[in-house]
């Protein structure tokens, strides 16, 4: 006989926090991708120092999008991580493919990271009202790491 061991969670919060977590997977999914595209093609003064940051940030945000597709599978969900999902499900604005110049590059990542943060950070509050301290935390973790590396970022326009 198979043992499910999933946390003791109300069935009808589980199902809200993989949702949940499954829309801010999609975005960080998106946001890694965009964060690639501006390493990739990112020109300016201070392009090495940029493209170096750009692979720890990148790194970061997808250690970030392993957590919460741990956490859904960990409370009985189906992480959705298919570039097809994430297409459908991410709320990030596309990013755009013809620039090159690092302040419009960081501009277009800060503009995204900032929509995430905001949006992890709405999620923190449904995820306290719901009674997941576990996925709260999560997302408190999430937005903190993108607030640094939005500060890290700006840093470059000023």
Same mark, same amino acid.
């Given at each position: 006989? !198979?043992?499910? &061991? ?8 589980? =199902? ?15 946001? $890694?991708?965009?964060? =690639? ?5 990112? =020109?300016?003064?201070? &392009? ?9 940030? !990148? ?28 297409? $459908? ?10 620039? +090159? ?14 929509? &995430? ?12 009202? !719901? ?8 997302? +408190? ?18």
């Amino acid at each position: 006989m !198979a043992h499910t &061991f999933i946390p003791d969670i109300d069935s009808n919060v589980r =199902k809200s926090m993989i949702a949940l977590l499954n829309h801010r997977l999609a975005d960080a999914l998106d946001l $890694k991708l965009a964060v =690639k595209q501006a390493h990739w093609n990112i =020109k300016g003064k201070t &392009f090495i120092a940029l493209h170096l940051l750009l692979d720890d940030v !990148a790194g970061r945000v997808d250690e970030n999008a392993d957590t919460m597709a741990e956490r859904i599978v960990q409370i009985g969900g189906t992480a959705k991580g298919t570039s097809q999902a994430v297409a $459908k499900a991410t709320s990030l604005p596309a990013y755009p493919l013809d620039i +090159t110049a690092q302040d419009d590059h960081v501009t277009a990542l800060c503009e995204r990271m900032f929509s &995430f943060g905001n949006a992890c950070r709405k999620d923190i509050e449904e995820a306290d009202k !719901a009674g997941d301290a576990d996925t709260a935390d999560i997302l +408190t973790q999430v937005s903190r790491a993108i607030d640094k590396d939005i500060w890290f970022l700006r840093s470059h326009l000023e």
